[in-house]
T-cell receptor, first 112, second 117 residues
């Protein structure tokens, strides 16, 4: 399977703390994307980082990418209750049939 | 408008029924996708349409039949489903399939929660 692995599988933190989740993947990529999914809803795109980028910011989100280790991390700073959701990385491989492959996901719970 | 609309939101069907899921987008996107998602799992790709042509079928059983009547609409026809097909079915669209271009950022609908009895 080309599926990425995310860790931790689940994370609970207090509101206001920072949350970090990690994604490891197996293939060479063009880019890596992060998505959020609120319970039972569709996924929402958060951020895309290209293979030649090492770090990217969007509001309270910071994404890093290490292509030598085939890993990425998503940091959410100053967490809020509304950040409670599942977070998935998705890799865009630079070979084959051009489909995104989603990681296993991290379930984040923010405790008010 | 960055919305992908899926109907119905919920569907309960028997194993002998025929039903259809519908998906619509008006963003001018040329790639559309069907995913199946079980609880606490990532979405699993089922089908991809690119420029209204089926370009990926992930070995999905024939009881699922996709259709793309035009560039804005995507249907999934269901027939003789099994209880294990109960899941959240998600539709998504992107500008293109476009590997490496960033044009494959996907916009998802809210999904159809399907229960097969």
């Amino acid at each position: 399977s080309q599926q990425g692995e995310e860790d931790p599988q689940a994370l609970s933190i207090q509101e206001g703390e920072n949350a970090t989740m990690n994604c490891s993947y197996k293939t060479s990529i063009n880019n890596l994307q992060w998505y959020r999914q609120n319970s039972g809803r569709g996924l929402v795109h958060l951020i895309l980082i290209r293979s030649n980028e090492r770090e990217k910011h969007s509001g309270r989100l910071r994404v890093t990418l290490d292509t030598s280790k085939k890993s990425s991390s998503l940091l959410i700073t100053a967490s809020r209750a509304a950040d409670t959701a599942s977070y998935f990385c998705a890799t865009d491989p630079n070979f084959g049939n051009e489909k995104l492959t989603f990681g296993t996901g991290t379930r984040l719970t923010i405790i008010p | 408008d960055t919305e992908v609309t899926q109907t119905p939101k919920h569907l309960v069907m028997g194993m002998t029924n025929k039903k259809s899921l519908k998906c619509e987008q008006h963003m001018g996107h040329r790639a559309m996708y069907w995913y199946k998602q079980k609880a606490k799992k990532p979405p699993e790709l089922m089908f991809v349409y690119s420029y209204e042509k089926l370009s990926i079928n992930e070995s999905v059983p024939s009881r699922f039949s996709p259709e793309c009547p035009n560039s804005s609409l995507l249907n999934l026809h269901l027939h003789a489903l099994q209880p294990e097909d109960s899941a959240l079915y998600l539709c998504a669209s992107s500008q293109e399939r476009g590997a490496g271009t960033g044009k494959n950022i996907q916009y998802f609908g809210a999904g159809t929660r399907l229960s097969v009895l």
